[in-house]
């Protein structure tokens, strides 16, 4: 009688140690997705700051007068020499609204649209949510949108949400950058 009850007592904790490696195996494997959905979200918001401070760093470089010649909480529009080469191009960056990126499982993802000298409009598509523009004068007081005198703006801040376009238990990974970007070319 004592060798059933050891034969059983160790089929029963033998089935409750597989039972804790499978957990422990899908729970692990969570994570691992998690982090990954994670990653990818940082990287796509790392890519398109890169994107924003170089196009930012040379806004007004080689312009005479006013270089930004729309500025909204969603969309700017400014003037540059973007190749050194003496001529002055447009470049334009403006946010989509959600029935833009509706093939991607994210119902908020968003494209964020970069238009050079007004031509076709190319999305970066890398699960934006957000992209909110603020202004700043030298002095630091911020201009009201849309702002009405652009001569004025000495200081941007992007504030650029990006989320994956996949979800993990209806939860989508999230990344959130602010940039404060001050372009040499708009003055003190």
Excluded: C, H
Excluded at 93 to 114: H, K, Q
Excluded at 115 to 121: I, K, R
Excluded at 175 to 182: G, K
């Amino acid at each position: 009688m004592a060798v059933w009850l050891d034969i059983i007592a160790s089929f029963i904790f033998g089935g409750l140690l597989a039972l804790n490696v499978m957990r422990m195996n899908a729970d692990m494997t969570a994570r691992s997705y998690r982090s990954t959905l994670t990653y990818i979200a940082q990287s796509s918001a790392v890519t398109i700051a890169q994107i924003l401070e170089e196009d930012f760093r040379r806004m007004g470089f080689g312009v005479a007068g006013t270089a930004i010649t729309l500025a909204d909480s969603s969309q700017i529009r400014f003037l540059a020499d973007l190749g050194a080469d003496g001529s002055v191009d447009t470049l334009n960056y403006a946010i989509s609204d959600t029935t833009e990126a509706s093939a991607t499982p994210n119902p908020d993802d968003r494209v964020l649209y970069r238009a050079l000298n007004g031509g076709t409009p190319q999305g970066m598509r890398l699960g934006e949510t957000g992209f909110r523009l603020s202004y700043f004068k030298a002095n630091g007081d911020s201009l009201a949108m849309p702002v009405a005198a652009p001569d004025s703006i000495r200081r941007i801040r992007v504030d650029l949400t990006v989320e994956s376009k996949v979800a993990y238990d209806a939860t989508y990974a999230r990344a959130f950058m602010q940039l404060r970007l001050q372009p040499r070319n708009l003055g003190p």
